[in-house]
């Protein structure tokens, strides 16, 4: 069993960064690739980024490239997402996620522990 605690959303101007931080409970977070996904009102929830248990291995969507950066602290059971360059598309309610096994996964079916979500709002 996991539990993850995400922080760090809030309200930033267009241009601007955030970083989130989930904790994950548990002896056994290096077994676990993570993931954040984001859900807009009316939209479904979707893919952001991923990374492999041993944070050697990483995966984002086409719409964060080269904006946003998933990274992972094994001795801390922390992973983080750095957002620079938001745009008022990313406006979201992030969801950290974890998944039994080493390999990255883009869908959300992949993942058994969620997070509450975590409010991220861009004004333009």
């Known amino acids: 069993q996991v539990q993850l605690v995400e922080s760090g959303g809030g309200l930033v101007q267009a241009g601007g960064s955030l970083r989130l931080s989930c904790a994950a409970s548990?002896?056994?977070?290096?077994?676990?690739?993570m993931g954040w996904f984001r859900q807009a009102p009316g939209k479904e929830r979707d893919f952001v980024a991923a990374?492999?248990?041993?944070?050697?291995?990483?995966r984002y969507a086409d719409s964060v490239k080269g904006r946003f950066t998933i990274s992972r602290d094994n001795a801390k059971n922390t992973v983080a997402l750095q957002m620079n360059s938001l745009k008022p598309d990313d406006t979201a309610v992030y969801y950290c996620?974890?998944?039994?096994?080493?390999?990255?996964?883009?869908?959300?079916?992949?993942?058994?522990?969620w997070g509450q979500g975590t409010q991220v709002t861009v004004s333009s």
């Open positions: 996620a974890a998944r039994r096994g080493a390999t990255i996964r883009s869908p959300s079916y992949e993942y058994e522990y």
């Open positions: 548990g002896r056994t977070f290096s077994t676990y690739a």
């Open positions: 990374i492999s248990a041993g944070g050697g291995g990483t």
